[in-house]
């Protein structure tokens, strides 16, 4: 459903970011005994996303941006 919502390029970036956070958080646990949680995760995902934000054209910004306030 959210690959029909986005572009093809804007879907990919969305989808790299969340493996990228899931990566971080993994590292965290065994290279720093950190627990991972969700809340955790889903910040610094939508940190990341918010930043990304500024390279993206317009049309996809704000479907992004509208995205983000469902979820």
């Given at each position: 459903?959210?690959?029909?919502?986005?572009?093809?390029?804007?879907?990919?970036?969305?989808?790299?970011?969340?493996?990228?956070?899931?990566?971080?958080?993994?590292?965290?646990?065994?290279?720093?005994?950190?627990?991972?949680?969700?809340?955790?995760?889903?910040?610094s995902f939508?940190?990341?996303?918010?930043?990304?934000?500024?390279?993206?054209?317009?049309?996809?910004?704000?479907?992004?941006?509208?995205w983000?306030?469902?979820?």
């Open positions: 459903l959210a690959r029909l919502r986005f572009q093809k390029k804007g879907f990919l970036e969305i989808c790299f970011i969340a493996c990228w956070h899931i990566s971080k958080q993994r590292n965290g646990k065994i290279f720093q005994n950190i627990d991972p949680s969700f809340d955790s995760w889903w910040n939508k940190h990341e996303i918010l930043l990304h934000m500024c390279r993206m054209n317009d049309d996809l910004r704000q479907l992004v941006s509208d983000l306030q469902t979820l």
